[in-house]
């Protein structure tokens, strides 16, 4: 099982595009900012995808947030402005344990970043297509799970 997790790709799809077909992923999440470009997400990922709206989404029909479970994980998608996101992840973190969940995906900051805050793996890919972390490296995240189940949560850049 592969997650590939994007975020804030304001319509400018080409790295999304070139990192669907180098890993092939088995789910797509995207954490919001897709400007209008859903369709494209969509048919490009050739699975299951998971999206929602982000703060430039203006008029889309997204939804706010997005559950889903895989492999006995219960997973929250949420752009993560209603969360402030921007000062800290506590306020996330928490909402997302009092939902129950054991990961959170989020974006807005366009900075990747991997956490486990009360219990709960706090995970931003970062922007793949307008990154702001040093380096300015377009970034994405790749979940896998080992044998005994356990998530790794890999960074990757391109």
């Given at each position: 099982m592969k997650i590939l997790i994007v975020s804030d790709t304001h319509k400018r799809n080409e790295n999304y595009f070139k990192v669907v077909e180098m890993h092939k992923p088995d789910i797509v999440v995207h954490c919001g900012d897709v400007e209008g470009s859903e369709a494209q997400i969509i048919q490009a990922a050739n699975c299951p995808v998971y999206m929602v709206r982000g703060n430039n989404d203006f008029f889309s029909d997204l939804p706010k947030e997005a559950d889903?479970?895989?492999?006995?994980?219960?997973?929250?998608v949420t752009h993560g402005h209603h969360y402030y996101v921007s000062m800290?992840?506590?306020?996330?973190?928490?909402?997302?344990?009092?939902?129950?969940?054991?990961?959170?995906?989020?974006?807005?900051?366009?900075?990747?970043?991997?956490?486990?805050?009360?219990?709960?793996?706090?995970?931003?890919?970062?922007?793949?297509?307008?990154?702001?972390?040093?380096?300015?490296?377009?970034?994405?995240?790749?979940?896998?799970?080992?044998?005994?189940n356990n998530p790794f949560f890999n960074i990757a850049y391109l």
């Open positions: 889903f479970e895989v492999n006995g994980y219960e997973i929250m800290g992840m506590e306020v996330l973190a928490h909402e997302a344990a009092a939902k129950k969940k054991d990961i959170v995906f989020f974006g807005h900051t366009h900075k990747p970043y991997v956490e486990k805050i009360n219990g709960v793996y706090v995970v931003n890919p970062g922007s793949i297509s307008y990154p702001r972390q040093d380096g300015r490296r377009p970034s994405y995240c790749i979940l896998e799970f080992d044998q005994l």
